[in-house]
């Protein structure tokens, strides 16, 4: 094992829970404003996963004031507090790209059954 990649390794989390394209995650953002810091929840459908060890990375898409907002978040970073798999999504794509040009219940995920 090179020296990169040990340093790598110290530096993933693993408390991070498994979910894929199409589930519904709440994320907790550690957010920093001047001297005061606060949690902030960004809740939406995980629309792409890029995987890799320290540069994995995840999309969340949520609907804001009828405005779609996506962030890119690192998958191990340090400002994120946690994250919760609130529902999870059948789908049968790995991108979710297409639900950019639908709107309202259209754009709905379906929940994956559970038996």
């Keep these: 094992m090179t020296i990169i ?10 408390d991070i829970p498994e979910f894929n ?10 957010i920093i404003e001047g001297e005061k810091e606060r949690i902030q929840v ?3 459908a995980v629309i792409r996963i890029s995987k890799g060890t320290t540069n994995a990375t995840f999309t969340v898409r949520k609907i804001s004031d009828g405005v779609g907002v996506e962030r890119v978040f690192p998958m191990h970073s340090p400002s994120i507090e946690r994250v919760e798999l609130v529902q999870e999504g059948r ?12 709107k309202g219940k259209a ?7 559970r038996w």
């Excluded at 789908?91 to 639900?99: A, E, I, K, P, T």
């Excluded at 754009?107 to 059954?113: D, F, L, S, T, Y």
């Design 21 to 30: 394209a199409g589930d519904t995650v709440k994320v907790h953002m550690r």
């Design 91 to 102: 789908v049968r794509r790995s991108r979710l790209y297409y639900l950019r040009n639908l």
């Design 42 to 44: 960004f809740q939406g």
């Design 107 to 113: 754009a709905r995920i379906k929940p994956k059954n």
């Design 5 to 14: 990649e040990k340093i790598e390794r110290e530096q993933l989390r693993m």
